[in-house]
């Protein structure tokens, strides 16, 4: 016989995850969902004292697979290591709130359906497979000077053309794929391609959107650059990822076409501080600090635009610890409140999924039970070492 599980935080401030007012109140769990926002108290008690009550935060640009800042070994290093160390890094998501994250370029339904069976505990977990990229773009691995074959890894696929485009984007759909990444400029750890020119043609980043929209899905594009970002919406890509160099007119684009932006400021701010000691080369740090400062206002170009803005770490390596650090910079940047609807309710629109994001009725039981008020205290949103409890599927995981 079954039971059903009740759970009742009794006694926040709740940030229903759209709106700055905090209602204050009880929130009941019942089988994974949230059935009041109110009075009601029945089940297991969880008692919150006047804490604040946040919906369970989604990180939209996540690497579970990325164990490293070096192109080839993260892509050509033994898959089950880097199975077990993203295990371990999607857990230590888990345990900073995160509860939802989607993986752009990497993951596989290999790990997906180890987290379904239970055997990890894990976010919700939404991934692209390897990301698509030119040859001699931000996902193909070699130096200039390194005459050896790559065709793909665990995190990328160097495939050029549109038939082979075509062909491995039912390939990821086939398998599982949530969305389709992939590179359409340069990028800072890759070491051939400069960061601002566009990569993939218009035919080619084409039939990638035509395949995905068919399947329901959408793409995400790697761009820092306008040309790159604008090149990426007009042929219908849905979601940008970093869009650092953002300009006014390419934001009036953006918004035009219905497009995201997925700031991912964390992973600047870290490759700046701990270059040295994550051994990233002299290349990537000269194109980090192109992109270094660039990102907070490209936040503030797309909110006035009124383009809907994401949250996205992007952390590679031993970074991984500076997730909450993003939820710190992008607070410095357009403050607590945008900060949080990014990191809930707007990164649900973008993964497609109306039951995450939020606390309603009928909303999935998943939140985080903070330290005080963010909104009288931001650090209670990106300071480890104070305590949260973080609830998933309206089951307590993890507590002080």
Do not use: W
């Amino acid at each position: 016989m079954s039971h059903t599980r009740v759970l009742t935080v009794t006694e926040a401030l709740v940030f229903d995850g759209e709106n700055p007012e905090l209602i204050r109140g009880n929130v009941t769990f019942k089988d994974g969902l949230v059935t009041a926002l109110g009075a009601q108290e029945e089940g297991e008690l969880l008692p919150a004292k006047g804490r604040v009550l946040v919906p369970g935060l989604i990180d939209a640009h996540f690497h579970a697979y990325a164990i490293s800042l070096d192109g080839f070994r993260n892509e050509r290093g033994p898959l089950s290591f880097a199975a077990l160390a993203g295990a371990k890094r999607l857990g230590e998501a888990l345990s900073r709130g995160f509860t939802t994250v989607r993986d752009v370029a990497g993951g596989d339904i290999g790990l997906s359906s180890a987290i379904k069976a239970g055997l990890l505990d894990s976010p919700r977990y939404f991934y692209t497979g390897p990301a698509l990229s030119q040859t001699g773009g931000h996902g193909d691995p070699r130096e200039a000077d390194v005459d050896v074959c790559f065709g793909h890894g665990h995190m990328c696929e160097v495939v050029d053309g549109v038939e082979p485009l075509r062909v491995a984007v039912r390939e990821r759909l086939r398998t599982g794929a949530h969305a389709i990444k992939i590179m359409a400029s340069g990028g800072v750890v890759s070491l051939t391609d400069p960061l601002a020119i566009p990569q993939y043609s218009d035919e080619e980043i084409a039939v990638v959107v035509a395949e995905a929209t068919r399947r329901g899905s959408y793409v995400a594009a790697h761009a820092y650059s306008p040309a790159a970002i604008a090149h990426s919406v007009r042929n219908g890509v849905r979601s940008i990822e970093h869009g650092n160099l953002l300009d006014v007119p390419t934001a009036a684009l953006m918004a035009e076409h219905g497009a995201f932006l997925v700031p991912t400021l964390a992973a600047y701010a870290a490759m700046d501080r701990r270059g040295d000691e994550v051994g990233l080369s002299e290349v990537s740090k000269a194109k980090n600090l192109e992109v270094l400062t660039a990102g907070g206002e490209a936040i503030k170009l797309a909110l006035a635009a009124g383009i809907p803005v994401g949250f996205g770490s992007d952390l590679m390596g031993d970074l991984a610890d500076e997730q909450l650090n993003g939820l710190a910079l992008q607070i410095e940047a357009v403050g607590v409140f945008e900060t949080l609807r990014s990191a809930t309710s707007v990164n649900a629109a973008l993964l497609q999924e109306p039951t995450l994001g939020r606390l309603a009725p009928n909303m999935a039981g998943d939140a985080v039970l903070l330290d005080g008020n963010p909104f009288e205290d931001a650090s209670v949103l990106f300071d480890e070492s104070r305590p949260r409890t973080v609830i998933q599927g309206g089951r307590v995981l993890l507590a002080p």
